[in-house]
């Protein structure tokens, strides 16, 4: 029996110490994502480019109530406004 609870409250702090972690790294990325240059999202991989369009759709939600663009939507839009203009903020390739 206090198998089981120890078990369950080493089950309980691990989830609870990912959830805090996953709250601390979150908000520092999305700070980036108006400092992020054209240049920067092209570098990444297509792993870094979600993260990134997530973070976008976060940050664009805060700013402007019930206006969201859906992922392929910013991905269409960055991708063409940042042809050949790599210096551009990703936030005013958006606008």
Same mark, same amino acid.
């Given at each position: ?5 120890s /078990? !369950? ?10 959830t805090? =972690?996953?709250?601390v790294?979150a908000?520092a990325?999305?700070q980036? !994502?108006d400092?992020?240059t054209c240049?920067? %999202?092209? /570098? $990444?991989?297509? /792993?870094?480019?979600t993260q990134t369009?997530?973070? !976008? $759709?976060?940050? /664009?939600? $805060? $700013?402007?109530a019930?206006q969201? =663009?859906?992922s @392929?939507?910013i %991905?269409?839009?960055?991708?063409? @406004? ?5 210096d ?8």
């Amino acid at each position: 029996m206090n198998y089981r609870i120890s /078990t !369950v409250r080493a089950a309980a702090r691990i989830f609870a110490a990912s959830t805090a =972690l996953a709250f601390v790294t979150a908000p520092a990325f999305a700070q980036t !994502v108006d400092a992020m240059t054209c240049a920067d %999202f092209a /570098t $990444q991989d297509s /792993t870094g480019q979600t993260q990134t369009i997530a973070a !976008v $759709q976060a940050f /664009t939600s $805060q $700013q402007q109530a019930g206006q969201q =663009l859906m992922s @392929n939507e910013i %991905f269409s839009q960055l991708t063409t @406004n940042c042809a050949g203009h790599d210096d551009m903020m990703i936030m005013d390739a958006l606008k």
